[in-house]
């Protein structure tokens, strides 16, 4: 008969943002195990509150199937001597698997004679299999572990409960001082333990001690209740994702109410008063039907509703406190001038290694204008950007980011309109952070694009130029993500960025006067542009590029990011044309041949060298797209290739590139070597796959 499992660990309370991604990692591993021991299965339903991490395993038989197993033992003549008895290689083999040679047969394979045994494996009760669940237990990890008592065992909470049944059935495991059985823990304020006759009543049972179990059905009670209140007061807002989350998590029984503060404090940006309230208080903020924002809340108790006008004043009191800080934190630096708070930067550390922040923007602001110019702002962006370049940081030291460091930027925008700076400084001063996630959203305006490209990629400069190169998962300060924002920054705007040329500029600029700068950046490009090619790849494999067009188009000649990504769409594009496989065997033949010789292929081809008329029109062929060739955008330039297909394939059919004649050789290489340069400067055209 099948039967229902539930495994439940209980916790202290784990943090909020673990516990999802807990209990997915639990259900993963116990359907692995479940495969593994060869037991089978309907569903596996999860729950999970900030207290407990469970499964319930619908379906399950009684006992693992009995299995039939054919195993391969030595060669008959290591078996067997001359006479027929067996050695002692084929008695330790059938004593290894609980068998008798008299469960020897033989089998031909491949024309020697083998030892085989048929092996016979009961199936065990399905009891005795799960009680090893608890090795899933114990491998369950976590981004923060902690051990207690005098154990070396961590995990993410201590463990103070372990409900393990089968039906009704205890499972029986044991770890550390907890040992399994059927109770579970009710709501720690409001319930009490309770006893679980079966593995099917655990939803209910717990529900009467005040515990949602099941995490979604949790998510929506509290949407239901915080939109009902909305209704009643007829209040518009946005549901954070991230909020949310944190909220269902942080409680196993919810009830939303409503909070308040005064209207005073709406003089305060309105960034602070919803930072406070959504960071600091976990509260979700109110508006109107016009957008602004209301001198109100909605916030999520772990409880019923019971005194909860007590709850709601303490509340609002905390709230209250965050508030009067924001305002005084805003009064004190408005009096505090852009200036005085650059100054101040000279003695706030980038890092040890690198100098100041003061520094960084001095470099920052050479690098900005290097950037500005190569992707053409004008005489005004380049005025603002410099203006932005040189101040960009100052909000690092105002009041309200040293209490609120999710402002950064945001307050420096804030303030620098209110000292009169223009809007387009004023907007990338904010826009330099982003995008402050991987697919995060990315800076809008020209300017704020170019600073936050100089900023991040002076921070990889930086790091590399002091030794401190991502290895491995090792990467404390993010250059990962930063080098992948620069990436998806120069993606999004389609500039002309010869990564290169401009590394090359920009290392030259902050070497010719160290002083100033602080630090004097490496001059060897590959270790860096093989950081950046990385990034690449990352962000073309997540567009659905197939992995030999990005190996072919990152490994190229072609060092400008967006002309990679254009290529790549386009070999991406064509990769199912007619002749597209006949067309990259033609090229991947000519790039072949042309690294058969050491020496460099340098010079002019004679045409007074040509032996055949094949000969003849490559050469006319390659004159003719070679004038064109660079005047082309990507697009015009794969299909220029493309077209050369008939006339690389008549050249092959009449014509022996490597002939013992070192001049006829080394013209028809030469000749061979001007399509390769021009296939190199769009794709290593030999990495594609063709087959």
Known sequence: MAKNLLLEIGLEEMP????????????TKVAKFLEEHSLTYDTIETFSTPRRLAVRVTNIPDRQEDVQEEVKGPAKKIAQDAEGNWSKAAEGFVRGQGLTTDAITFREIKGVEYVYVTKYIHGKESKEVLADLVEVIKSLTFPTMMHWGTTEFEYIRPI?????????????????DVTSGRTTEGHRFLGDSVELANANEYEEKLAE???????????????????????????????????????????????????????????????????????????????????????HFISVRNGNNVKLDNVIKGNQKVLTARLEDGEFFYQEDKKLTIDQLVEKLKNVTFHEKIGSIYEKMQRVTVIAQIIGKQVGLSETELTDLKRASGI???????????????????????????????????????????????????????????????????????FFAVGMIPSGSNDPYALRRQTYGIVRIIEDKSWTFPFGQLQGAVVDAINADEGLFGIHFNKDQKELIDFFKGRL??????????????????????????????????????????????????LTRVINLTKKTDQPLTGKIDPSLFENDSERELYAAIKEVEDEFGNQNMAENYQT???????????????????????????????????????????????????
Do not use: C
């Open 160 to 176: 103070h409960w372990i409900v393990a049944l089968l039906n009704d059935e205890v499972i029986e495991m044991e770890l550390l």
């Open 641 to 691: 290739l493309i077209g050369l297909r008939p006339v690389i394939e008549r050249y092959f059919n009449d014509t022996m590139v490597m002939v013992e004649d070192e001049k006829v050789r080394n013209n028809r290489l030469l000749q061979l070597s001007k399509i390769a340069d021009m296939a190199k400067a769009l794709a290593s055209i030999e990495k594609i796959i063709t087959k």
């Open 16 to 27: 909020a943002h673990v516990v999802w991604p807990a209990i997915k990692q639990f259900q």
């Open 392 to 462: 960009y940081k100052f909000d690092l030291v105002t009041n309200m980011v040293g209490e609120f460091p999710e402002l950064q930027g945001i307050m420096g925008e804030k303030y620098a309109l209110l000292q009169g700076e223009n809007p387009a400084v004023a907007q990338a001063i904010r826009e330099h952070y982003l995008p402050i996630s991987a697919e995060g959203a990315l800076p809008e305006s020209n300017i704020g694009a170019v600073l936050a490209i100089a900023d991040k990629l002076d921070s990889v400069l930086s």
């Open 537 to 586: 790849r990352q962000r073309l494999q997540l567009e659905n590029i197939r992995h030999d067009v990005i190996d072919a188009v990152v490994d190229s000649n072609q060092d400008d990011f967006t002309r990679i990504f254009d290529i790549a769409q386009i070999f991406s594009q064509h990769t199912k044309d007619e002749f597209f496989k006949e067309a990259m065997e033609a």
């Open 209 to 295: 001690q005040f515990v949602i179990a099941d995490g979604q059905k949790r998510q929506a009670v509290i949407v239901a209740q915080i939109e009902e209140l909305a209704a009643e007061n007829k209040w518009t807002l946005d549901l954070d994702a991230g909020l949310l989350e944190e909220v269902t998590n942080l409680v196993e029984y919810p009830t939303a109410f409503v909070g308040d503060f005064e209207e005073r404090f709406l003089s305060i940006p309105e960034e602070v008063l919803v930072t406070s309230m959504k960071e600091h208080q976990r509260y979700f903020e109110v508006r109107n039907e016009a957008g602004q924002l209301l001198p």
